[in-house]
């Protein structure tokens, strides 16, 4: 099944913006706060990873369902590639990108999985041991 890799309604261009401004300003808090990053590595980021935001909002939106919850699993996943940047060695940012998304949206999912923690009552059993207990 093929993701969108742009918006189709006018709510979602302006979610796609608010995201893509709070994700930049991230990278410019970042930029300032890391003096012993070279600002070669830090604009290499922005040009390789910022021209797939769309991508990765709309994966992250389409794993989870909830819009909210792709718009923080998108800034988490920049976070989280611009901390692992530097190690990053492949010629394909995009893929690096989704897979991050991928596996963020996954912690999310697994930690707000609702885990069933009750027995099914049956009532023969239950019951009809009661009884012959009298």
Known sequence: MALPL????????????????????????????????????????EALMLPHLDAAHNLAK?????????????????????????????????????TIVRNTSYTLLKKNRVVDLTTPFDEEIHVSGHESAS
């Not at 996943?77 to 940012?93: E, H, I, T």
């Open 62 to 98: 389409w794993l989870l369902r909830n819009d909210e919850d792709a718009q923080d699993v998108v800034q988490e996943a920049y976070l989280r590639a611009f901390k692992s940047f530097g190690g990053f060695r492949g010629s394909n940012g995009r893929a690096w990108l989704l």
């Open 6 to 45: 742009k918006a189709e309604h006018a709510s979602e261009t302006e979610d796609f913006e608010s995201t893509a401004k709070i994700v930049k300003f991230v990278v410019v808090k970042k930029r300032e706060e890391q003096d012993h990053a070279p600002r070669e590595d830090l604009l290499s980021f």
